[in-house]
């Protein structure tokens, strides 16, 4: 477990998986009734983009920071992301915008299985009525802890790609997840280095119960050696979340340097 998000917080890839986030959070905040929020690889939350590991790789200058002074008419998923990430140089972590964005009413459940990454996670969520935190495997709790007993919610499933088996230990675990919270939404996050692993994974997902389906797919010119490009996965995808990205991207793409499309798999959006 050498993976540190700290070095990646706030690059291209983290801003369009967090604004992905926040517009999911936002649909489910349309009707009173209560949420569940399950993230199974949480990271430590909150991220000192002005901090060794940040300044070593420097991807967060060439995202978040890309955004710094963009205003305007903006849409609302974006505007209300901007809001909390723009807060100060800590950037925020999936958890801490998911907290912040609960009310009274909504749970977090965030796993993180690194016990210093844990440690951090559990102060800064500490704040949080609605969270707790828990060190553990975040494949096998999630698909435990499911369907949560709001019976609405998001399982975010955002692993780090360190072993050569993550694809298919997140294509299982999406699908055992899928199936017994039929109706919940799920976002998995994952790298694109090659087309045939990403279809092979998605082919796996679908293999299971799944009616539908998009996938969200960012590329960006990048050094040699470098990620180039990013996919996030959506499982029931709240109406018009296609349309929500889309806007987005129109907005942030110039500067970010971002080519987003948004493709539906399977079912109808
Ligand atoms: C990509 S980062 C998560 C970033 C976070 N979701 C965010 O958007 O701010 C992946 C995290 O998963 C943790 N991790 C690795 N294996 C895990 C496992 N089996 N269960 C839970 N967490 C794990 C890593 O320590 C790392 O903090």
Redesign the pocket.
């Known amino acids: 477990?050498n993976?540190r998000?700290g070095y990646h917080?706030g690059n291209f890839a983290?801003v369009i998986?967090?604004i992905a986030l926040v517009a999911i959070l936002q649909h489910l905040k349309k009707k009173d009734a209560a949420f569940t929020v399950l993230?199974?690889?949480?990271?430590?939350g909150r991220y000192d983009l002005t901090g060794e590991q940040a300044g070593k790789t420097g991807e967060a200058r060439n995202g978040i920071a890309r955004l710094n002074g963009l205003s305007g008419p903006l849409p609302e998923a974006l505007a209300t992301y901007f809001s909390l990430a723009r807060q100060s140089h800590a950037y925020p972590?999936?958890?801490l915008i998911a907290a912040q964005l609960l009310r009274n009413q909504d749970r977090l459940i965030a796993?993180?299985?690194?016990p210093e990454?844990f440690a951090v996670l559990k102060e800064v969520l500490m704040p949080f009525r609605g969270a707790t935190v828990e060190n553990?495997?975040?494949?096998a709790r999630a698909v435990k802890l499911l369907p949560p007993v709001s019976r609405r919610g998001l399982v975010?499933m955002?692993?780090?790609f360190e072993s050569p088996d993550e694809f298919s230990a997140l294509a299982k675990a999406l699908r055992d997840g899928a199936r017994k919270f039929a109706t919940g939404i799920f976002l998995a996050w994952y790298p694109i280095k090659s087309q045939a692993e990403v279809d092979g994974f998605t082919g796996e997902v679908l293999a299971g119960d799944i009616t539908r389906a998009l996938v969200v797919d960012t590329r960006i010119t990048a050094p040699e050696g470098k990620l180039s490009r990013a996919g996030l996965l959506v499982i029931n995808p709240p109406y018009g979340f296609a349309a929500t990205m889309q806007d987005m991207a129109k907005v942030i793409g110039a500067r970010l340097g971002t080519a987003v499309t948004v493709q539906c798999i399977t079912g109808s959006e």
């Open positions: 477990m993976y998000h917080a983290d998986k967090h993230d199974s690889h949480a990271g430590r972590g999936s958890p796993i993180e299985k690194h990454e553990g495997d975040g494949y975010l955002d692993p780090p």
